[in-house]
Antibody
């Protein structure tokens, strides 16, 4: 089955860190750019970060630049998001999303179910 | 960044009616790189349309996309009960990619 499964979410205090993971299966992982897209409770979608198929090119939303780091391990069919210095406004459901292309900068043709990150004191 | 404004915010229609959703960009979208997604409550977004008018795999032909430049439209020709959901447009012509705020299609 073609799928993405996220993990690593949880409750963290402001200023804390979390590392999200996303495991891909059922498709050739290194044929695709990958992204993290988040959705705050009751709100819309916001692209957070993306990485090209080979991990060389990455991009970040201004709201997370300097605090979040995206990476991937194609040998393990996995995508990661290291989140540091977390803020209350980072509270959201974080989706892993597959680009329909080698670049992360594309439309998303496959989404995971998401992992919830809650930043609260 | 390119700001996408979707209208209306909420569309109240009956099954069988036609739905027309608008997505307007703050600047011209390169190569008409606009996608549309459907999201039902508690579910993950699903790709419907890409490059403004191409239907994604498995999407029924009652869904169609059109437009160019700054104005894009998603049309659902005849609403089925399963089509009542939130719809988002996305542009990926200019980095960073951005989403509209969504249009809710609700049962009248």
């Amino acid at each position: 089955e073609v799928q993405l499964v996220e993990s690593g979410g949880g409750v963290v205090r402001p200023g804390g860190s979390l590392r999200l993971s996303c495991a891909g299966s059922g498709f050739t992982f290194n044929d695709h750019g990958m992204s993290w897209v988040r959705q705050a409770p009751g709100k819309g979608l916001e692209w957070v970060s993306g990485i090209n198929w080979n991990g060389i090119s990455t991009g970040y939303a201004d709201s997370v630049k300097g605090r979040f780091t995206i990476s991937r391990d194609n040998a393990k069919n996995s995508l990661y998001l290291q989140m540091n210095n977390l803020r209350a406004e980072d509270t959201a459901l974080y989706y892993c999303a597959r680009s329909g292309y080698y670049s992360y900068f594309w439309h998303f043709d496959l989404w995971g179910r998401g992992t919830l990150v809650t930043v609260s004191s | 960044e390119v700001v996408l404004t979707q209208s209306p915010g909420t569309l109240s229609l009956s099954p069988g009616e036609r739905a027309t959703l608008s997505c307007r960009a703050s600047q011209s979208v390169n190569s008409n790189y606009v996608a549309w997604y459907q999201q039902k409550p508690g579910q993950t977004p699903r790709l419907l349309i890409y490059v403004a008018s191409s239907r994604a795999t498995g999407i029924p032909d009652r869904f169609s996309g059109s437009g160019s430049g700054t104005d894009f439209t998603l049309t659902i020709s005849r609403l089925e009960p399963e089509d009542f959901a939130v719809y988002y447009c996305q542009q990926y012509g200019t980095s960073p990619g951005t989403f509209g705020q969504g249009t809710t299609v609700e049962i009248k």
